[in-house]
């Protein structure tokens, strides 16, 4: 038996595909600009709160550059209900308010802040993939400028956990 589609769906391409991603990136982007002020505040060593303004800063430019990339597609900047994101920022919250002034809130930080990085990440790199097939040659200078901002930011928090952090957890615990 034949599957009945409507008209509108089979005509939906790639670049239906890109805008949808890009809606849901842009709303992504937006959500982590008002998570991240409570990151900060929450955020026991000065070296945490340092790498989340960090990525506070570059978060702003991402937004812009994604405001740009709407432009180009003559569409406007709106932002399309992420429940991914959702579900990582509400981990984050959780973090904050179960180890509030607790040894590890900044080890669980830092682990919250790599998992939307790693969504971040996933999410540009198909994106990137997307403006290459569509020939969109400027949306993807853009979009390879935040995936490289985000791999920063993944490295960086690495590196704090790694520099001490998850073993200050441990040992203050202790």
Not at 94 to 106: F, H, M, R
Request: with cysteine.
């Amino acid at each position: 038996m034949a599957t009945n589609r409507s008209s509108k769906a089979s005509t939906k391409g790639l670049e239906d595909l890109f805008l949808d991603g890009l809606k849901d990136i842009y709303y992504a982007e937006k959500k982590i600009l008002k998570a991240l002020p409570k990151m900060i505040k929450g955020a026991e060593s000065q070296e945490v709160s340092a790498a989340f303004e960090k990525h506070l800063r570059e978060t702003e430019g991402q937004v812009d550059r994604l405001e740009q990339v709407f432009e180009m597609l003559e569409k406007p900047a709106r932002g399309k209900t992420c429940p991914a994101i959702d579900g990582i920022i509400e981990e984050g919250s959780e973090i904050l308010e179960e180890y509030k002034g607790a040894p590890a809130v900044d080890a669980g930080l830092v682990a919250a802040a790599q998992a939307v990085e790693h969504y971040e990440i996933a999410r540009y790199g198909t994106l990137i993939a997307w403006a290459k097939e569509l020939g969109m040659s400027d949306a993807v200078v853009l979009l390879k400028a935040t995936l490289e901002e985000e791999s920063g930011t993944d490295e960086a928090l690495s590196a704090l956990g790694q520099g001490g952090i998850n073993e200050r957890a441990m040992a203050e615990a202790a």
